[in-house]
T-cell receptor, first 116, second 110 residues
């Protein structure tokens, strides 16, 4: 049973480039969450998606960031025109259902983005 | 948004010692989870507590949920080097959105 798969594990981008982070949820999971972990800070919620729908994007910056979870394929977190402040570890989590503690989250091992 | 304060922020102890990590908020939690995160990996769920006053045990780890559901603690007995890691509490909200605490970095030395 494969867990949540994220790729790439490490990503280096120059300022102004685009970063694309991919997340394949666990088999049977239709709910995907993205979190960001900055150095010296805790994990911060960014966005919650189900297949083809954004359910909650209240933690996502209004500009340059977007997320999708298409009917087929992995969830994508896209950061346009990256800046140094975007350097962080980005974690994806999935669950079979949503809305209560009976559907716990399973986290991937993250993508570490470095902007130079 | 619930704010979760964890203490201590850092803890370095010798193998065999006991320790307690705290998670506090001014808000009432519907439920609370504890995670451990090791370097280069994602958080791994240890336990979920739901009922005020609830105590759960996981081998040498004891988790307690406060009666008023505003605080929680994690107690480790006879710590081992394998317990080293970042311990995070997290409160659940609507849609399974988690609000994480500030974290406690534990180091257990031989």
């Amino acid at each position: 049973n494969a867990g949540v798969m994220q790729n790439p594990r490490h990503l280096v981008r120059r300022r102004g480039q685009e970063a694309r982070l991919r997340c394949s949820p666990m088999k049977g999971h239709s709910h995907v969450y993205w979190y960001r972990q900055l150095p010296e800070e805790g994990l911060k919620f960014m966005v919650y998606l189900q297949k083809e729908n954004i359910i909650d994007e209240s933690g996502m910056p209004k500009e340059r960031f977007s997320a999708e979870f298409p009917k087929e394929g992995p969830s994508i977190l896209r950061i346009q025109q990256v800046v140094r402040g975007d350097s962080a570890a980005y974690f994806c989590a999935s669950s079979p259902g949503g809305g209560n503690y009976n559907s716990p989250l399973h986290f991937g091992n993250g993508t570490r983005l470095t902007v130079t | 948004t619930q704010l979760l304060e964890q203490s201590p922020q850092f803890l370095s102890i010798q193998e065999g010692e006991n320790l307690t990590v705290y998670c506090n908020s001014s808000s009432v939690f519907s439920s609370l989870q504890w995670y451990r995160q090791e370097p280069g990996e994602g958080p791994v769920l240890l336990v979920t507590v739901v009922t005020g006053g609830e105590v759960k045990k996981l081998k040498r780890l004891t988790f307690q949920f406060g009666d008023a559901r505003k605080d929680s603690s994690l107690h480790i007995t006879a710590a081992q080097p394998g317990d080293t890691g970042l311990y995070l509490c997290a409160a659940t909200g609507g849609g399974n959105k988690l609000t994480f605490g500030t974290g406690t970095q534990l180091k257990v030395e031989l």
